[in-house]
């Protein structure tokens, strides 16, 4: 008799982490980063809250996960140190202007100034990775590069956080010109 092998109970990890991720944004983008709780995800994504509550103990640490799938690989490319920048800085840009991503990114810091917890989530899960690859391009230390990823990533919230919508192209441009003067 040929052994063969149990099928999987529920749907794979990866499609339960896209069905949810893409209704964690969807959720953020029409009820608002405190209106898209875990239940309402849960709700929109098809699942049981456990089923979130068993991958992410909190919303802050699925909204970080959902947040490091939609952004990805930060491209620095460009033949000099100034391009490799300012590809940076428009990756950011765009990805901050994703429907529901802005929201959520902001939302997620916001909750993270009093939650030791997801602080050590967002420092280490989403920071640190994006962090490493641009001090690896730049050749600058911690500090500077924590500087640069603070003054555009700050810039651009606090631009979302203001106005409703995401800083514009032209703004943008003009930004990396003032921050080239430091780091190009």
Request: glycine fraction near 8%; charged fraction near 20%; hydrophobic fraction near 45%.
């Amino acid at each position: 008799m040929q052994a063969t092998t149990p099928p999987t109970a529920g749907r794979p990890r990866s499609d339960l982490n896209a069905t949810v991720f893409a209704a964690t944004l969807r959720s953020v983008r029409e009820l608002g980063y405190a209106g898209a709780t875990m239940d309402r995800i849960a709700t929109a994504a098809g699942v049981a809250k456990t089923t979130l509550y068993r991958r992410w103990p909190s919303k802050g640490a699925l909204i970080a996960d959902c947040l490091l799938d939609a952004f990805g690989p930060v491209p620095l490319t460009g033949a000099d140190r100034g391009e490799v920048v300012a590809s940076a800085i428009r990756w950011i840009a765009a990805k901050i202007s994703a429907p529901g991503a802005g929201a959520a990114f902001a939302g997620v810091f916001s909750d993270a100034i009093n939650d030791p917890s997801l602080r050590e989530i967002l420092s280490k899960r989403f920071q640190e990775p994006y962090r490493v690859a641009v001090q690896d391009a730049l050749g600058e230390p911690d500090d500077r590069v924590l500087l640069l990823i603070d003054v555009v990533t700050g810039t651009l919230l606090h631009r979302m956080g203001m106005t409703g919508e995401p800083m514009a192209d032209a703004d943008v441009e003009a930004m990396i010109d003032m921050v080239l003067r430091t780091f190009g």
